[in-house]
């Protein structure tokens, strides 16, 4: 639901439009629309149509991920979303420990095996570790510790990202200009905490996320 709102809640028509089809093909947009050449055609460039295309289209993509929000109220509801996850991830934690069985079992806990993902190794200290994380990740959301940017000081209110919205520009975001109106004084996420917290997942910690999950 987070991801789905946090898409709809933009206007990205222009990206759409101008770029959609070297994601979706059968896609009709202005662009589509106007592409009369045939895909084994060859351009200046030499390469046939159909890969000059492609490369225009991810350039053309990259170049207008500047959507402003349609939907303030959905996009404020991403945030719901996202604070929810980590209630539930705290829900099945604890449920999950109270299990006394241990049989073919989809999320283990740490006297269980893995009926999925043997290889993957549940311990105390990830679990302990996993909701060290959700913990910060509210905190975040919540505006009471700040996101840091790799070009400031200063760190980014991430509630303020959803109570007080501006258009989503990716590349802005990157490079800082985008961060500017978030930024402020006070306590960040720090990369010492962080590289404590994911050393516990064995450099494996975007997949233990993706699996926790």
Do not use: C
Not at 40 to 47: A, H, L, N, P, S
Request: glycine share 6%; net charge negative; no cysteine.
């Amino acid at each position: 639901m987070a991801a789905a709102k946090a898409w709809l809640s933009h206007d990205f028509s222009e990206s759409w439009n101008g770029s959609f089809g070297v994601i979706f093909p059968r896609a009709v947009s202005t662009l589509s629309v106007a592409n009369g050449k045939g895909a084994d055609d060859m351009t200046m460039f030499g390469v046939n149509k159909a890969q000059a295309d492609d490369i225009a289209d991810f350039v053309t993509l990259i170049h207008t991920i500047r959507w402003p929000v349609a939907d303030t109220v959905m996009w404020g509801e991403v945030r719901d979303h996202l604070k929810k996850v980590i209630v539930l991830n705290r829900e099945t934690w604890a449920l999950i420990d109270k299990e006394t069985d241990d049989y073919h079992e989809w999320l283990p806990g740490p006297k269980q095996k893995s009926g999925v993902l043997p290889s993957f190794n549940v311990t105390p200290e990830r679990i302990q570790a996993w909701l060290a994380v959700l913990s910060q990740f509210e905190a975040a959301l919540d505006g009471k510790i700040l996101v840091p940017h790799w070009r400031f000081d200063k760190g980014i209110n991430l509630a303020r990202v959803f109570t007080e919205p501006k258009p989503f520009d990716l590349v802005l975001w990157v490079t800082g200009p985008a961060a500017l109106p978030y930024l402020q004084d006070g306590k960040a996420m720090s990369s010492g905490e962080w590289n404590q917290i994911t050393n516990i997942f064995e450099g494996n910690f975007a997949a233990y996320a993706f699996y926790f999950n």
